[in-house]
């Protein structure tokens, strides 16, 4: 058994040796030979532990710490096994080596692989650092989106822009509010505009706040005028911090209906509403007859 042992030792500590000579003879980025490499660690310690048990992780991290560095110690070494075990299905191999090592690493925890392709999409798409990953990760966006588009995501079904738009829609702050005005939200989004867009999904730009409009002889504003690049739709943003109301909805309609015949372009498609509002009310959702309007809450977090 012992020389078994050494078996997967020699060829576990082969992969390390050629790992690291790679790593200090190479002045470019080695994120992806390191994945590769690491995968290829873990597959091995894997198909160790199924004969010898997960002590046998103990045993070959104490030996690689001696010979080759403490970079190699327990911890290390059972995240490259987890990093196999969960990525070695077909729906995940054909996309591990998109990412880093540290991006890997915060995904490992993940026990969901459609959880785990949701986020490895976003960092591709959106091209989400370690920091704004693990953040997506710690406000649990995958189980805000809707189960409708959890679906269409594991059939690879086309997704519209509503789909990946979570619920509640997490908005940060770094005061404290007592009671929240309509002002006080779109101030604390306009703040940090770009993590508010991201958190919509991919594709979203500002246009402007308190956009003016003319309809008959009065002036009206649009909270938030935004445009989605991939959908090729501008997107009217009403701001409510009370329960959807029916008149929420014929008021934002009409800003879409100005947008659509005074604004956009013949080669653009029709205007998208959003209402973000601190309850929805899905009786109003279900008798409005516009597919293009739908409604999120919205969660006010102070950091």
Not at 23 to 47: A, H, P
Not at 154 to 172: A, F, H, R
Not at 223 to 243: G, P, S
Request: net charge neutral.
């Amino acid at each position: 058994m012992k020389e078994d042992k050494d078996i997967y030792y020699n060829e576990l500590k082969e992969e390390v040796l050629k790992t690291e000579s790679y790593i200090r003879v190479t002045d470019y980025t080695t994120e992806q030979y390191k994945v590769k490499e690491y995968y290829k660690i873990g597959k091995i310690l894997s198909e160790a532990g199924k004969e010898y048990g997960k002590d046998i992780i103990g045993t070959y991290s104490e030996k690689l710490m001696v010979e080759v560095g403490k970079k190699y110690n327990r911890t290390n070494l059972w995240r490259m096994k987890q990093f196999y075990e969960k990525f070695h299905n077909e729906k995940l191999a054909a996309v591990r080596q998109v990412l880093s090592w540290t991006h890997i690493k915060e995904l490992l925890p993940l026990k969901d692989s459609n959880e785990i392709s949701y986020y490895i999409n976003m960092c591709k798409t959106q091209n989400l650092s370690t920091r704004e990953l693990h953040e997506r990760i710690k406000s649990h966006e995958y189980e805000r989106i809707p189960n409708k588009t959890k679906e269409k995501l594991i059939i690879y079904e086309k997704l519209e822009m509503p789909d990946l738009v979570p619920n509640p829609i997490v908005i940060k702050t770094d005061e404290k509010y007592d009671k929240i005005t309509e002002y006080d939200l779109k101030n604390i989004i306009l703040h940090n505009i770009d993590e508010f867009l991201r958190s919509f999904g991919n594709g979203f730009t500002y246009v402007g706040n308190e956009y003016k409009i003319k309809i008959g002889s009065r002036y009206n504003y649009i909270d938030i005028l935004l445009f989605n690049y991939i959908y090729n739709a501008f997107v009217v943003v009403e701001l409510k911090v009370t329960e959807l109301k029916k008149e929420h909805v014929g008021q934002i309609e009409t800003y879409m209906n100005y947008v659509d015949k005074n604004i956009k372009e013949i080669t653009q498609n029709k205007t998208v509403g959003i209402i973000i509002c601190k309850k929805d009310n899905k009786f109003v959702m279900e008798y409005c007859s516009n597919e293009s309007i739908f409604s999120k809450e919205y969660k006010i977090i102070s950091v």
